[in-house]
């Protein structure tokens, strides 16, 4: 894919801030993350943070969506729907992803969160589907295939017992909300385009307890859900491309090396 874009240092710092105030946010919104909260307070938390950081909230308006972040609760896959009606139940998973936009530049990250005792099944799935995006980011250097990402997250899924959602997929990200290339989470080896230092785009895999297929909620059009009602889970980060390897631009907590 030649039209990958390859970004200046300047447009690269700027990412990184927004990339970093995206992960400001999640850690801002998880203390509200508790039994009986609603998901569409938790949202209106969440933008009013970011609003207050002078950035936007990327989802609000895209093409629709009609809230500030995405909020997906057990079943959910992605695209969640944040409502009044949803309330958070003790024994829930769920994944809240965050989208800024500061200074004209998007930084994209999502994570697990939990409510109250889970299950041993439930915390299985968070564990392999962190580790399966570990797994994705170690593929990130100079000359690597971007079909390897997909190939090692979907070899260790399987080998866990679980499956990885092929209907979603990364996406470069840093100028728009969606860039090249569409980073596959389950893919043959060495296939797709080479990675170039420069290029920034996200990964988050999807990993479902059951059937890796997902259908969209006809209601809203948006919440796409398991196709059996089984859980699903998800992390995502937002990544550079280094001269040697990568960074990790949503990382504020210091989890990943720069290599």
């Not at 057990?74 to 958070?88: A, F, L, Q, R, T």
């Not at 989208?99 to 939990?114: A, E, H």
Request: charged letters at 25%; glycine letters at 8%; aromatic letters at 8%.
């Amino acid at each position: 894919m030649s039209n990958i874009i390859i970004k200046t240092p300047e447009q690269i710092d700027g990412i990184r801030e927004s990339s970093r105030l995206a992960a400001k946010t999640l850690d801002f919104a998880g203390q509200f993350v508790k039994e009986g909260v609603t998901t569409e307070f938790i949202d209106r938390k969440i933008e009013e943070f970011i609003l207050d950081h002078n950035a936007l909230p990327a989802p609000k308006g895209y093409n629709g969506f009609p809230k500030a972040s995405c909020i997906s609760l057990n079943e959910v896959v992605c695209h969640g729907i944040p409502s009044d009606d949803i309330v958070i139940k003790d024994g829930d998973i769920l994944n809240i992803d965050i989208t800024t936009i500061l200074n004209g530049y998007y930084g994209d990250t999502s994570r697990m969160f939990t409510v109250g005792v889970v299950d041993a099944a439930a915390n299985k799935l968070i564990e392999v589907s962190r580790h399966c995006l570990d797994l994705g980011i170690k593929q990130v250097y100079p000359g690597n295939y971007f079909g390897n990402i997909g190939f090692v997250i979907n070899r260790y899924a399987k080998s866990r017992g679980f499956t990885v959602v092929y209907e979603f997929c990364g996406h470069g990200v840093g100028l728009q909300f969606h860039e090249e290339p569409q980073v596959d989470h389950t893919s043959r080896r060495n296939r797709g385009s080479i990675m170039k230092p420069g290029m920034i785009f996200t990964i988050e895999p999807m990993i479902n307890q059951g059937r890796p297929a997902t259908r969209i909620d006809k209601t809203d059009g948006w919440t796409a859900r398991t196709i059996d009602n089984k859980l699903s889970a998800q992390f995502e980060h937002t990544i550079l491309v280094t001269s040697s390897g990568y960074e990790v631009l949503s990382d504020i907590h210091n989890e990943y090396e720069i290599t």
